[in-house]
């Protein structure tokens, strides 16, 4: 283990929900900024009331990482209300693209695009948010022939329960025992990041059977912070399990699914949340993700570290405790 790893990589400002990539030879990491303020905690998720986004970069995994201050403010995106939440990032055609979540001027969540020549911004918002874009946690794959994929989705605070009939109900029911579990959304990019090619779709994760997850299964459904990762030609679904607290994932042979799920990535962390990306840097595989250890277990103010990932030849990822060195 370096010296950097499983630390807090900035310790000026409180950082969440890391998605990292490598981009010209260089380590980005797209966070959300979490607020120095103490806030009640409540299941909408009201105590994570980010304004702006500050982008973290590393010339090595094992080197300093700086922070590139002012990326984008709520202040600057003329459709959004309030709530900048997990953003992450992708390079096309040599623009660098900011994915973000935030609630629109009627408090429900959409997808936004903002634009940048430099991979730490500042970012241009587009004028408003991605049409047919809902809930939370967007992560970008550019696949290998050049598609663009966008895999998002949160429950609770997140919103994804309240578009099962399709438009937004606030009272909608969430599915619980025996019924099926809520997947994470499935949308491709045009290739100008203007907008979705299609509407989004949802995503099956099945058990070993083929059967789906269920609602109950709180140890393996999925809750929210989807990430996307190949290897060997097969795709990789993470996310976190939310209530159980845990980072799993599940396998499949194309983009869209059906995935199957395999295993645990991460036990949990101190805080409530969990939340990572997935990132090959020089031939090694490296988990982003958070947790509460340097604010003393406030659930709010975050900070992003990160560990080695062994992934076996099959695929296989082998199990972090995060607390064991
Ligand atoms: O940071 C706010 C929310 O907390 C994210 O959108 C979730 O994934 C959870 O980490």
Known sequence: MNDNERKPLVTNIFTADPSAHVFDGKIYIYPSHDMDIDHEEDDDGEQYCMEDYHILSMDTIDGPCKDNGLALHQDDIPWVGRQLWAPDAVKVNGKYYLVF??????????????????????????DNYIEGSYSIDPAVLLDDDGRIYCYNGGLWGGQLEMWQSGSFNPDEHRPEGDEKALGPLFAEF????????????????????????KAGDEDRRYFEGPWMHKFNGKYYLSYSTGTTHYLCYAEGDKPDGPFTYKGRIMEPVIGW?????????????????????FS??????????????????DGTIETIHPYDH
């Open 273 to 293: 949340t969990t939340h990572h990306s997935i990132v090959e840097i020089n031939g090694e595989w490296y988990l982003f993700y958070h947790d509460s250890e």
């Open 101 to 126: 979540p935030a609630k629109d001027k009627d408090d429900v969540f959409r997808i936004g695009v903002a634009e940048s020549d430099s991979p730490v911004g500042p970012f241009k918002p587009q």
């Open 296 to 313: 003393g277990g406030a659930s709010n103010k975050r900070s992003v570290k990160y560990t080695k990932l062994n992934i076996a030849e």
């Open 190 to 213: 045009k290739q100008d990041m203007t907008g979705f090619v299609a509407a989004p779709k949802m995503i099956d994760i099945l058990d070993e059977n083929g059967e789906p997850i």
